[in-house]
């Protein structure tokens, strides 16, 4: 006999509302003039308050920036009109996460690389479900971003998410690939096309900044320090990604910083460097996380 424990669902559905609200409430905000560190916070406490845990920290990446920038402790640069803002964010209740994003932009210029990702994003959600092809995913994004005379970026993609970890092995691409895999049910997945200008790169770049770490080993270093924080990131993240903000109300900012440098060295903790377009041209961004099934898309999410 076969028992099957289908709670993980309903944690996925918890976050996945939680995470939709919190999205909204960040899509209808004026967020000119405020500091990266002040929206960066108040995202993280709506999560709280609406009962989840940021899954990672708040990724605010402006203009050519495509993902992975968070905010420094007392970060002072400032959203100013004519910015690109995307906004992506994670919720997670059990270690099981709801992963979505959405772009603001403050140039009327750009609103139609917004609405590019947008649909880019619907256009998959429609097809996407159990036994979906990973490559017919990409190839849907593909077209329906140049139909709308951008491109995607090539090198970032969609992805599986498993317990307390984001990244769980399958990509989804945004574009068609020769390599494929089909979606499975009872399984989540991020869906997240990334939309440039024609004269872009349609390629990410790693910047010099990487504010967002995550523990990779957990193997002892024998300096009791260093152990000691290192079981601090673990009660605390797990596997999943953090910030120095996140340290701080324990540990000294500078002392944090000087032990996560060198954990980087050791190899216990890996940070993510930020990710710039080739050409520093625009990017925009969508993503929903979902759960398919044979006949619809579960879009957990929405
Ligand atoms: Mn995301
Ligand atoms: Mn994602």
């Not at 402790?73 to 964010?89: A, E, F, M, S, Y």
């Amino acid at each position: 006999m076969v028992i099957l424990n289908l709670d993980f669902l309903e944690y996925y559905k918890n976050a996945g509302k939680i995470a939709s609200r919190v999205r909204e409430n960040a899509r209808r905000k004026d967020h000119r003039g405020k500091t990266l560190f002040e929206i960066c916070e108040s995202i993280e406490r709506e999560i709280r308050e609406n009962g989840g845990i940021p899954a990672f920290p708040v990724n605010t990446s402006i203009n050519e920036i495509a993902a992975h920038y968070t905010a420094e402790p007392d970060d002072q640069r400032v959203v100013n009109d004519g910015d690109v803002l995307k906004i992506d964010l994670g919720v997670h209740q059990q270690g099981f996460i709801a992963d979505t994003a959405v772009t603001v932009s403050y140039d009327p210029n750009y609103e139609s690389l917004v609405q590019t990702a947008e649909n880019a994003l619907s256009d998959a959600l429609r097809i996407a479900k159990v036994d979906t092809k990973s490559s017919e995913i990409g190839k849907t994004i593909e077209n329906s971003i140049k139909r709308s005379g951008f491109i995607p970026i090539q090198n970032l993609s969609g992805h599986s998410l498993e317990q307390y970890t984001i990244h769980a092995g399958k990509s989804i691409p945004n574009i068609w690939t020769v390599g494929s895999f089909q979606l499975l049910a009872n399984h989540a997945y991020a869906i997240e096309p990334f939309v440039t200008l024609k004269n872009g790169a349609g390629i990410v770049r790693e910047g010099s900044i990487a504010n967002i770490f995550a523990i990779i080993s957990r193997k002892p270093t024998k300096d009791k320090e260093l152990d000691d924080f290192l079981n601090f990131l673990w009660e605390r993240f797990k596997s999943l990604p953090f910030a120095l903000r996140w340290t701080t109300d324990r540990y000294d900012e500078k002392y944090s910083r000087e032990i996560i440098e060198i954990l980087k060295k050791k190899k216990n903790i890996h940070s993510y460097p930020i990710l710039v377009e080739g050409n520093d041209k625009i990017v925009a961004q969508a993503e929903h996380t979902i759960i398919p099934e044979s006949k619809l898309t579960n879009v957990i999410t929405m």
